[in-house]
């Protein structure tokens, strides 16, 4: 049983591609029935998320797999196989293991160490088995890859830091208040950096929040996902008397914040400080602010910094990761060659105890009546030519199988000796449920 993936990401396919290939949950027992009707395909789990679309399937025909799978995607997405191939990459066998370990591991994200992907891995995987899409191959496959991923979490630092700069504002906040559920923040700008940090607040316990944008009705939409309040453009002044924090990221062509305005408003907090941080491009705090009494001011290249500080650190855990992620292949791709080894070296075996009881019927039978040693000798010498001559072939199976490309050799020992395994497809028991978001 072979493991193929086929998939388009953020790395190969602009976002208009991609878009024509995202399967929502309920188009996706269609897809499996598609695929598993064929009859050669056995199993199928389907990752789709908003940087990437990927299917994997196992089968004993690589080629008939692929060729149904890019159909697939061509029918789904209207654009003809070969066009389409231009932005697809496919792997089989030890290829397809390495690449799903590193995805669930977020070495494959846009951001690298990512901490969503794990979750959604799961959660395709756990689709596919409700719907009975999965088979014993995938099931070992995405458990092993879901341990995986929380190990590689565990072990080493590549998911920590600042991994964008809406992310690195709040690590920012965190250093200098050390508990940002206790300081007031006020949020401007309800745009997708807007969104970004809100998302970063809300994950790390922020719970006075205070939104501001010209457009009330964003501001207000923004703030209830923060459990926090809208507050209007008009009396951002006003507001920012009370902030502790202000993060700004609007799209506005002039400084909406000036120098002369923060001079009022820190005289009116009796100059208690207050820190900015300004994402815009172009900027929404005057820089000169800088220079007022108990004012601490960070523009996007500060932060920015910051976000390259924190990849260079998580490339170095990324090492870490690789050599763990090599450790899971090896012990994979073992028990995988192992699953169609032992049951292939049982039939070789068995097929050389019937020929060798049928051959040794036969000559009993031309040879007459023979004493109880005769028939004793007789058959201890069929016994031994049999052993002899299937010994080198088990003995080197045994070991090939445990290569890199073991499920050939197997492959080619069942042409050899004219046999056929079935391994058993049925799905065991999901191992555990365990929450991976």
């Not at 756990?126 to 995986?148: D, R, W, Y």
């Not at 600042?162 to 007031?184: P, T, W, Y």
């Not at 970004?196 to 809300?202: D, F, I, K, Q, S």
């Not at 020992?413 to 395994?421: K, Q, T, Y």
């Amino acid at each position: 049983m072979f493991i193929i993936a086929v998939g388009v990401s953020h790395k190969t396919t602009p976002v208009e591609i991609r878009e024509k290939l995202a399967f929502d949950s309920s188009q996706l027992i269609s897809i499996f029935d598609r695929l598993k009707s064929t009859g050669k395909i056995a199993g199928c789990v389907i990752l789709s998320t908003c940087n990437r679309t990927e299917i994997y399937v196992t089968s004993k025909d690589t080629d008939f797999a692929l060729s149904e799978v890019w159909k697939l995607l061509s029918d789904k997405s209207g654009i003809d196989i070969e066009q389409l191939k231009e932005y697809l990459y496919s792997f089989t066998c030890q290829q397809a293991i390495t690449h799903l370990f590193k995805v669930v591991s977020g070495l494959d994200s846009m951001i690298l160490g990512e901490m969503e992907i794990l979750g959604q891995v799961a959660r395709a995987y756990q689709i596919a088995c409700e719907n009975s899409a999965s088979n014993t191959v995938l099931n070992v496959l995405f458990q092993k890859a879901l341990k995986l991923g929380k190990q590689i979490r565990t072990e080493t630092r590549i998911g920590n830091g600042a991994s964008s700069v809406g992310g690195a504002a709040v690590e920012l906040a965190k250093q200098v208040f050390n508990d940002i559920q206790d300081c007031s923040i006020l949020l401007i700008g309800a745009g997708e950096m807007g969104r970004l940090v809100a998302r970063n607040l809300a994950n790390n316990g922020a719970s006075e929040v205070m939104v501001c944008n010209r457009s009330y009705d964003k501001a207000q939409e923004l703030a209830t996902q923060l459990n926090g309040c809208a507050v209007s453009f008009e009396n951002l002044s006003l507001n920012m008397i009370n902030a502790d924090l202000v993060v700004t990221c609007t799209s506005a062509p002039n400084y909406i914040i000036t120098k002369d305005q923060l001079a009022n408003i820190m005289e009116k907090r009796d100059y208690k400080p207050i820190f900015l941080i300004d994402l815009a491009v172009p900027r929404d705090v005057e820089p000169e602010s800088s220079q007022l009494k108990c004012t601490y001011l960070y523009n996007i290249d500060d932060l920015q910094n910051i976000v390259d500080r924190c990849l260079e650190e998580r490339k170095l855990e990324a090492e870490k990761a690789e050599r763990i992620i090599e450790n899971a292949i090896d012990n994979f791709t073992r028990w995988l060659n192992n699953l169609h080894a032992v049951p292939v070296i049982k039939a070789i075996s068995q097929r050389g105890e019937e020929i060798r009881d049928t051959e040794l019927e036969k000559a009993m039978r031309k040879l007459g009546p023979l004493s109880e040693r005769e028939e004793k000798i007789l058959r201890a010498m069929a016994n031994s030519i049999t052993t002899k001559l299937m010994n080198t072939p088990i003995v080197q199976l045994r070991e090939y199988a445990n290569t890199e490309r073991g499920y050939l050799y197997t492959q080619l020992a069942m042409d050899l000796f004219n046999i056929s395994v079935q391994v058993d497809d049925q799905l065991p028991e999901i191992e555990e449920q365990i929450d991976y978001e």
